[in-house]
T-cell receptor
Framework: GNSVTQMEGPVTLSEEAFLTINCTYT??????LFWYVQYPGEGLQLLLK?????DKGSNKGFEATYRKETTSFHLEKGSVQVSDSAVYFC?????????????FGKGITLSVRP | NAGVTQTPKFRILKIGQSMTLQCTQD?????MYWYRQDPGMGLKLIYY???????DKGEVPNGYNVSRSTTEDFPLRLELAAPSQTSVYFC???????????FGQGTRLTVV
Protein backbone atom coordinates (compact mmCIF):
# COMPACT_ATOMS: atom_id res chain seq x y z
CA GLY A 1 0.00 0.00 0.00
CA ASN A 2 0.88 3.66 -0.09
CA SER A 3 2.88 5.24 2.69
CA VAL A 4 4.67 8.47 3.52
CA THR A 5 7.62 8.74 5.89
CA GLN A 6 8.71 12.03 7.40
CA MET A 7 11.79 12.78 9.43
CA GLU A 8 11.36 12.73 13.19
CA GLY A 9 10.71 15.99 14.95
CA PRO A 10 10.30 18.44 16.46
CA VAL A 11 12.56 20.92 14.70
CA THR A 12 13.61 24.19 16.31
CA LEU A 13 15.40 26.86 14.28
CA SER A 14 16.42 30.46 14.68
CA GLU A 15 14.85 33.08 12.44
CA GLU A 16 16.52 33.31 9.00
CA ALA A 17 17.94 29.78 9.23
CA PHE A 18 17.72 27.34 6.34
CA LEU A 19 15.02 24.68 6.59
CA THR A 20 14.92 21.17 5.20
CA ILE A 21 12.20 18.68 6.12
CA ASN A 22 12.68 15.23 4.63
CA CYS A 23 9.87 13.20 3.12
CA THR A 24 10.01 9.88 1.29
CA TYR A 25 7.15 7.85 -0.08
CA THR A 26 6.11 4.40 -1.25
CA UNK A 27 3.39 4.15 -3.86
CA UNK A 28 2.22 2.15 -6.81
CA UNK A 29 1.94 4.04 -10.04
CA UNK A 30 2.63 7.76 -10.30
CA UNK A 31 1.34 9.67 -7.31
CA UNK A 32 0.91 13.38 -6.86
CA LEU A 33 2.78 14.79 -3.88
CA PHE A 34 1.76 17.51 -1.46
CA TRP A 35 2.90 19.50 1.52
CA TYR A 36 0.19 20.67 3.90
CA VAL A 37 0.71 23.09 6.79
CA GLN A 38 -1.27 23.33 10.02
CA TYR A 39 -0.95 26.54 12.01
CA PRO A 40 -1.83 26.41 15.72
CA GLY A 41 -5.54 25.91 16.32
CA GLU A 42 -6.38 25.63 12.62
CA GLY A 43 -7.09 23.02 9.99
CA LEU A 44 -4.63 21.94 7.35
CA GLN A 45 -3.89 24.15 4.36
CA LEU A 46 -2.31 23.13 1.09
CA LEU A 47 1.19 24.64 0.93
CA LEU A 48 2.44 23.27 -2.39
CA LYS A 49 2.14 20.33 -4.73
CA UNK A 50 3.84 18.49 -7.59
CA UNK A 51 2.08 16.13 -9.94
CA UNK A 52 4.90 14.47 -11.88
CA UNK A 53 8.58 13.62 -11.67
CA UNK A 54 10.99 16.58 -11.60
CA ASP A 55 8.16 19.05 -10.98
CA LYS A 56 8.97 21.72 -8.41
CA GLY A 57 6.19 23.04 -6.23
CA SER A 58 6.65 26.43 -4.57
CA ASN A 59 4.70 28.81 -2.38
CA LYS A 60 5.49 31.42 0.30
CA GLY A 61 9.23 30.86 -0.15
CA PHE A 62 8.93 27.09 0.35
CA GLU A 63 9.98 24.66 -2.37
CA ALA A 64 9.91 20.91 -2.93
CA THR A 65 10.99 18.86 -5.94
CA TYR A 66 9.40 15.55 -6.94
CA ARG A 67 12.31 13.08 -7.15
CA LYS A 68 11.12 9.79 -8.59
CA GLU A 69 14.56 8.16 -8.49
CA THR A 70 14.85 8.66 -4.74
CA THR A 71 11.05 8.62 -4.06
CA SER A 72 11.43 11.87 -2.14
CA PHE A 73 9.74 15.25 -1.82
CA HIS A 74 11.83 17.22 0.67
CA LEU A 75 10.57 20.65 1.77
CA GLU A 76 13.03 23.56 1.83
CA LYS A 77 13.03 27.23 2.68
CA GLY A 78 16.02 29.50 2.53
CA SER A 79 15.17 31.78 5.45
CA VAL A 80 12.48 30.84 7.95
CA GLN A 81 10.39 33.33 9.90
CA VAL A 82 8.67 33.08 13.27
CA SER A 83 5.38 32.98 11.39
CA ASP A 84 6.44 29.67 9.77
CA SER A 85 6.04 27.90 13.12
CA ALA A 86 3.51 25.17 12.41
CA VAL A 87 3.09 21.45 11.79
CA TYR A 88 4.06 20.29 8.30
CA PHE A 89 2.58 17.19 6.66
CA CYS A 90 3.83 15.45 3.56
CA UNK A 91 1.13 13.58 1.65
CA UNK A 92 0.55 11.66 -1.52
CA UNK A 93 -2.45 10.98 -3.69
CA UNK A 94 -2.25 8.10 -6.10
CA UNK A 95 -3.94 8.91 -9.37
CA UNK A 96 -5.02 5.40 -10.26
CA UNK A 97 -8.65 5.60 -9.23
CA UNK A 98 -11.63 7.87 -9.71
CA UNK A 99 -11.20 9.17 -6.18
CA UNK A 100 -7.60 9.51 -5.16
CA UNK A 101 -7.44 9.64 -1.41
CA UNK A 102 -4.66 11.38 0.48
CA UNK A 103 -2.15 9.39 2.51
CA PHE A 104 -0.41 11.55 5.12
CA GLY A 105 2.88 11.32 6.92
CA LYS A 106 2.96 11.75 10.69
CA GLY A 107 3.75 15.46 10.51
CA ILE A 108 6.61 17.42 12.00
CA THR A 109 6.43 20.43 14.28
CA LEU A 110 8.60 23.39 13.37
CA SER A 111 9.30 26.10 15.92
CA VAL A 112 11.17 29.22 14.84
CA ARG A 113 12.80 31.39 17.51
CA PRO A 114 13.15 35.17 17.06
CA ASN B 1 -16.01 33.19 2.41
CA ALA B 2 -16.81 30.31 4.77
CA GLY B 3 -15.22 27.27 3.02
CA VAL B 4 -15.56 24.19 5.25
CA THR B 5 -17.32 24.74 8.56
CA GLN B 6 -17.30 22.24 11.42
CA THR B 7 -19.32 22.31 14.60
CA PRO B 8 -18.81 22.01 17.49
CA LYS B 9 -15.19 23.06 18.03
CA PHE B 10 -14.90 21.21 21.33
CA ARG B 11 -16.92 18.48 23.01
CA ILE B 12 -16.61 16.20 26.00
CA LEU B 13 -18.61 12.97 25.86
CA LYS B 14 -19.15 10.26 28.40
CA ILE B 15 -18.48 6.65 27.44
CA GLY B 16 -21.51 5.21 25.63
CA GLN B 17 -23.00 8.54 24.61
CA SER B 18 -23.73 9.44 21.01
CA MET B 19 -23.14 12.59 19.03
CA THR B 20 -23.00 13.99 15.53
CA LEU B 21 -20.15 16.11 14.25
CA GLN B 22 -21.44 18.55 11.67
CA CYS B 23 -19.62 19.54 8.49
CA THR B 24 -20.83 21.83 5.74
CA GLN B 25 -19.08 23.35 2.74
CA ASP B 26 -20.15 26.17 0.44
CA UNK B 27 -17.80 25.51 -2.48
CA UNK B 28 -20.04 23.01 -4.30
CA UNK B 29 -17.38 20.31 -4.01
CA UNK B 30 -18.45 16.77 -4.77
CA UNK B 31 -15.76 15.08 -2.68
CA MET B 32 -15.84 15.20 1.10
CA TYR B 33 -13.79 13.44 3.78
CA TRP B 34 -13.58 12.83 7.50
CA TYR B 35 -10.17 12.38 9.12
CA ARG B 36 -9.03 11.89 12.67
CA GLN B 37 -5.74 13.26 13.91
CA ASP B 38 -4.00 11.62 16.83
CA PRO B 39 -0.75 12.99 18.32
CA GLY B 40 2.28 11.85 16.34
CA MET B 41 0.14 9.74 14.02
CA GLY B 42 -0.76 12.04 11.16
CA LEU B 43 -4.27 11.93 9.73
CA LYS B 44 -6.28 8.77 9.19
CA LEU B 45 -9.24 8.64 6.81
CA ILE B 46 -12.50 7.56 8.46
CA TYR B 47 -15.08 7.91 5.68
CA TYR B 48 -15.37 9.72 2.39
CA UNK B 49 -18.00 10.63 -0.17
CA UNK B 50 -17.75 11.29 -3.90
CA UNK B 51 -21.15 12.92 -4.15
CA UNK B 52 -24.59 13.18 -2.61
CA UNK B 53 -25.94 9.75 -1.75
CA UNK B 54 -22.56 7.99 -2.04
CA UNK B 55 -20.29 7.16 0.89
CA ASP B 56 -17.49 4.70 1.48
CA LYS B 57 -15.20 3.52 4.28
CA GLY B 58 -11.67 4.76 4.77
CA GLU B 59 -8.88 3.28 6.89
CA VAL B 60 -10.53 3.52 10.33
CA PRO B 61 -14.35 3.42 9.97
CA ASN B 62 -15.23 1.28 13.01
CA GLY B 63 -17.43 3.08 15.51
CA TYR B 64 -18.53 5.77 13.05
CA ASN B 65 -21.26 6.33 10.49
CA VAL B 66 -21.84 8.99 7.85
CA SER B 67 -24.52 10.18 5.49
CA ARG B 68 -24.49 12.51 2.50
CA SER B 69 -27.99 13.66 1.62
CA THR B 70 -26.85 16.96 0.08
CA THR B 71 -23.72 18.22 -1.65
CA GLU B 72 -23.10 20.68 1.18
CA ASP B 73 -23.38 18.51 4.30
CA PHE B 74 -21.44 15.48 5.48
CA PRO B 75 -22.16 14.69 9.16
CA LEU B 76 -20.18 12.10 11.13
CA ARG B 77 -22.04 10.06 13.74
CA LEU B 78 -20.53 8.40 16.80
CA GLU B 79 -23.04 5.92 18.20
CA LEU B 80 -21.38 4.56 21.36
CA ALA B 81 -18.47 6.75 22.30
CA ALA B 82 -15.32 5.03 23.55
CA PRO B 83 -12.10 6.50 24.99
CA SER B 84 -10.27 5.36 21.83
CA GLN B 85 -12.32 7.93 19.91
CA THR B 86 -10.70 10.80 21.77
CA SER B 87 -9.10 12.72 18.93
CA VAL B 88 -9.26 15.80 16.74
CA TYR B 89 -11.62 15.34 13.81
CA PHE B 90 -11.23 17.16 10.53
CA CYS B 91 -13.68 17.43 7.69
CA UNK B 92 -12.37 18.27 4.23
CA UNK B 93 -13.72 18.82 0.75
CA UNK B 94 -12.16 18.66 -2.70
CA UNK B 95 -13.31 19.81 -6.13
CA UNK B 96 -11.78 16.93 -8.07
CA UNK B 97 -10.74 14.34 -5.48
CA UNK B 98 -7.13 14.51 -6.66
CA UNK B 99 -5.41 15.44 -3.42
CA UNK B 100 -6.11 19.18 -3.20
CA UNK B 101 -8.36 19.38 -0.17
CA UNK B 102 -9.81 22.21 1.89
CA PHE B 103 -10.02 21.51 5.61
CA GLY B 104 -12.27 22.75 8.36
CA GLN B 105 -10.85 23.98 11.66
CA GLY B 106 -11.47 20.71 13.43
CA THR B 107 -13.48 19.34 16.36
CA ARG B 108 -11.58 18.33 19.49
CA LEU B 109 -13.45 15.43 21.08
CA THR B 110 -12.68 13.94 24.47
CA VAL B 111 -14.42 10.76 25.66
CA VAL B 112 -14.27 10.18 29.42
Amino acid sequence: GNSVTQMEGPVTLSEEAFLTINCTYTATGYPSLFWYVQYPGEGLQLLLKATKADDKGSNKGFEATYRKETTSFHLEKGSVQVSDSAVYFCALSDQSGANSKLTFGKGITLSVRP
Amino acid sequence: NAGVTQTPKFRILKIGQSMTLQCTQDMNHNYMYWYRQDPGMGLKLIYYSVGAGITDKGEVPNGYNVSRSTTEDFPLRLELAAPSQTSVYFCASSPRGRGEAFFGQGTRLTVV
